[in-house]
């Protein structure tokens, strides 16, 4: 059994989680643990959700029920930090929960790689401004981002009332035809559910928040696994290593 272990900012698309575990079938164990969100709140000084004390909280349950690996699971929470000081934050996490870390802003970077991936296409829930901060974060990991289209909504409270209909509108309306993959960043978003459909309405690999997570969970833990229904990423044997 490879336990994976998510900290998760307050509750909004948690229940991806769950439908991930089934979908990986296998021996994988998904555990989450809330963290505390503070205010919810998409902005270019939103760090507070991050702190290396709120993310600390959370990792002792994880330790208990065994886990191997921990993924900061929020995109905004990492990528507003920097390059350098997402890495920093990770690093803290992994010293704090004695086991190796990482984020969701990375797992995006690490994926694409994975994929071959240059040239990306960013479909935010977010604010303009913030979204422009993670498509920094993803230039500053060697891609190319051929577009960013904001949304405009400030909580993730919001963003997790997002359906199938507002999700596709996204992704369609954030595609570029000069990008290789479709970014949709936002762990409050609900995604897993619908990542075949999506790529066969783009027509080219799509990664989602809490679907990198994952990805990212097990890249840490060196698990290769072959879940086509959680799209593209998951039909590759990862290449990318700690």
């Given at each position: 059994?490879?336990?994976?272990?998510?900290?998760?900012?307050?509750?909004?698309?948690?229940d991806?989680y769950?439908?991930?575990?089934?979908?990986?079938?296998?021996?994988?164990?998904?555990?989450?643990v809330?963290?505390?969100?503070?205010?919810?709140?998409?902005?270019?000084?939103?760090?507070?959700?991050?702190?290396?004390?709120?993310?600390?909280?959370?990792v002792?349950?994880l330790?208990?029920?065994?886990?191997?690996?921990?993924?900061?699971?929020?995109?905004?929470?990492?990528f507003?930090?920097?390059?350098?000081?997402?890495h920093?934050?990770?690093?803290?996490?992994?010293?704090?929960?004695?086991?190796?870390?990482?984020?969701?802003s990375?797992?995006?970077?690490?994926?694409?790689?994975e994929?071959?991936v240059?040239?990306?296409?960013?479909?935010?829930t977010?604010?303009?401004?913030?979204a422009?901060?993670?498509?920094?974060?993803?230039?500053a990991?060697?891609?190319?981002?051929?577009?960013?289209?904001?949304?405009?909504?400030?909580?993730?409270?919001?963003?997790g009332?997002w359906?199938?209909?507002?999700?596709?509108?996204?992704a369609?309306?954030?595609?570029?035809?000069?990008?290789?993959?479709v970014?949709?960043?936002?762990?409050?978003?609900h995604?897993?559910?619908?990542?075949?459909?999506?790529?066969?309405?783009?027509?080219?690999?799509?990664?989602?928040?809490?679907?990198?997570?994952?990805?990212?969970?097990?890249?840490?833990t060196?698990?290769?696994?072959?879940a086509?229904?959680?799209?593209?990423?998951?039909?590759?044997e990862?290449?990318?290593?700690?």
């Amino acid at each position: 059994m490879t336990a994976l272990g998510f900290l998760y900012p307050g509750h909004s698309a948690e229940d991806d989680y769950p439908r991930i575990e089934q979908l990986l079938g296998s021996d994988i164990r998904v555990d989450l643990v809330h963290t505390d969100i503070g205010t919810d709140a998409h902005r270019l000084d939103a760090r507070e959700m991050g702190s290396d004390a709120r993310l600390a909280q959370g990792v002792e349950q994880l330790r208990l029920a065994g886990a191997e690996a921990v993924v900061w699971a929020c995109t905004s929470g990492s990528f507003v930090y920097g390059w350098e000081g997402a890495h920093e934050q990770v690093r803290t996490l992994a010293r704090a929960a004695g086991m190796p870390a990482s984020s969701t802003s990375f797992g995006f970077v690490h994926a694409a790689r994975e994929l071959g991936v240059r040239r990306v296409a960013v479909g935010a829930t977010y604010p303009q401004d913030v979204a422009g901060l993670f498509a920094e974060f993803l230039r500053a990991g060697g891609l190319e981002v051929s577009g960013v289209r904001g949304s405009g909504i400030v909580t993730a409270a919001e963003a997790g009332t997002w359906g199938e209909t507002e999700l596709f509108a996204l992704a369609r309306e954030a595609d570029h035809p000069d990008a290789d993959a479709v970014l949709l960043p936002d762990t409050a978003l609900h995604t897993v559910a619908y990542l075949q459909d999506l790529e066969k309405e783009l027509g080219k690999p799509v990664l989602t928040a809490n679907q990198v997570s994952a990805w990212e969970a097990l890249r840490l833990t060196d698990r290769r696994v072959n879940a086509p229904s959680l799209g593209t990423l998951f039909t590759r044997e990862p290449r990318v290593r700690v």
